[in-house]
C-alpha cells in the first residue's frame, strides 16, 4: 500500500538554525498538509496545499515557516529560524479528494 | 471554527471488554468528515474509521464501531474485544466535506488494556 514517507525521522538543531523537513506524499494525491504535535498535546494543523499553492494556514504558520513543493514529488516544510518552542513532533499528510489524509510517520524536532 | 473536544484524557479496559470513547463537536455546517485517529507509542498516525455526516448509518470497522448522533453534535467510538494491540491515544477529528479538508483535532484519549 502506498505510503507517505517523511525524512529525518529525528532532527536535532541549534535554536536560531534554520531546519527543512521533508515529506514525499502519495504520488496520485492532491492535497498535502503539515500539522506540528508538541509532546503530551493534540494535533495541530499548520498549513493545507493544494495547485501548488498555500490554500489555508493556522495562526501558528507565521513568517517564520514556509511550504515548497519543488519537484513534483516533495512537499518540504522550512522553519528559517528555530526557537525552543519548535520543537515538537512534525506530520506531513497527504489525500486525494473526498478521501481520508493518510499520514507520515512524523519527524521528531528537537531545538536545543 | 470548528472545536472538537474528548473529555475523557484516560481510560482504561480489561482484555477482550468493551470500551466507549466520547467526543463531541462544534460546527454550523451540515456537510462534514468525523474521524477516529490511533496514535500508539512509535506515534503513527492511524486511520481507525471514518463518518460521513450526511450518512445516518453508523460507521464499522471490524471491531471498531461509532455512535454517531448527528443533532446532538457528538461521536463515540467503541471499541469491542478489545486486544493488548489497542493500547494507544485516539484522537477524534473533524473536516469539512470540501474544500482542504484540514482536520481539527481534539485533545485525544489514552486508552490503557489490562491483561
Known amino acids: 500500500e502506498p505510503e507517505v514517507t517523511q525524512t529525518p525521522s529525528h532532527q536535532v538543531t541549534q535554536m536560531g538554525q534554520e531546519v527543512i523537513l521533508r515529506c514525499v506524499p502519495i504520488?496520485?494525491?492532491?492535497?498535502f498538509y503539515w500539522y506540528r504535535q508538541i509532546l503530551g498535546q493534540k494535533v495541530e494543523f499548520l498549513v493545507s496545499?493544494?495547485?501548488?499553492?498555500?490554500?489555508?494556514k493556522s495562526e501558528i504558520f507565521d513568517d517564520q515557516f514556509s511550504v515548497e513543493r519543488p519537484d513534483g514529488s516533495n512537499f518540504t516544510l522550512k522553519i528559517r529560524s528555530t526557537k525552543l518552542e519548535d520543537s515538537a513532533m512534525y506530520f506531513c499528510a497527504s489525500s486525494a479528494p473526498d478521501q481520508p489524509q493518510h499520514f507520515g510517520d512524523g519527524t521528531r524536532l528537537s531545538i536545543l | 471554527a470548528q472545536t472538537v473536544t474528548q473529555s475523557q484524557p484516560e481510560m482504561s479496559v480489561q482484555e477482550a471488554e468493551t470500551v466507549t470513547l466520547s467526543c463531541t463537536y462544534d460546527t454550523s455546517e451540515s456537510d462534514y468528515y468525523l474521524f477516529w485517529y490511533k496514535q500508539p507509542p512509535s506515534r503513527q498516525m492511524i486511520l481507525v474509521i471514518r463518518?460521513?455526516?450526511?450518512?445516518?448509518q453508523n460507521a464499522t470497522e471490524n471491531r471498531f464501531s461509532v455512535n454517531f448522533q448527528k443533532a446532538a453534535k457528538s461521536f463515540s467510538l467503541k471499541i469491542s474485544d478489545s486486544q493488548l494491540g489497542d493500547a494507544a491515544m485516539y484522537f477524534c477529528a473533524y473536516s469539512l466535506l470540501r474544500g482542504d479538508y484540514k482536520l481539527s483535532f481534539g485533545a485525544g484519549t489514552t486508552v490503557t488494556v489490562r491483561a
Open positions: 504520488s496520485n494525491h492532491l492535497y
Open positions: 496545499f493544494y495547485n501548488n499553492e498555500i490554500s489555508e
Open positions: 463518518q460521513e455526516a450526511y450518512k445516518q
